[in-house]
């Protein structure tokens, strides 16, 4: 899926109601999605840098309703050239060198925090931040970046006309 610093609030409230009804956990989505939303006040802060990648999948699964995928994409074009932010996308004809699996974050080379289904798991042993760095690397060899990125979100955003 998108990941969270970059949602909308709107994609946001699907994500995490679709995720309470898994869980079956109490519904405390509109305050999920205010503390989402106040954390991406961080991408405008000078000296801060967030380095994205993500899938291409995750731009055409509709875990949302199209119109609602459509503002999401259109807030993804408008990241591309933020100060703070570098955004790749692995396009579907990207040479891999990895299979897509599952999401991660990075932190200062000093913790790596791994998202599973029902889980984070914080590693920061050496061996596995390295273990995640080459996988990064690997990652982000395959994406593509500023105008490159910005096509893919645009042939993503077209698609969604067909639906």
Known sequence: MIVGMLQTADYARHVFSAYVDLHQSPRDVEDAVRARVRRQESLYQPGKRYHIIMWEAA???????????AAQLDRLSGVIGLDTVSLG????DGLLKLPPANGFWI???????????????WLDQADNVALYLRAWETLASAAVYGPDAHRVITRCRRALGAI
């Open 59 to 69: 731009l055409r699964a509709l875990v949302c309703p199209p119109p609602v995928m």
């Open 89 to 92: 996308i692995v396009p579907f």
């Open 107 to 121: 932190y200062d080379e000093r913790l790596v925090i791994v998202e599973d289904w029902h889980a984070e798991l």
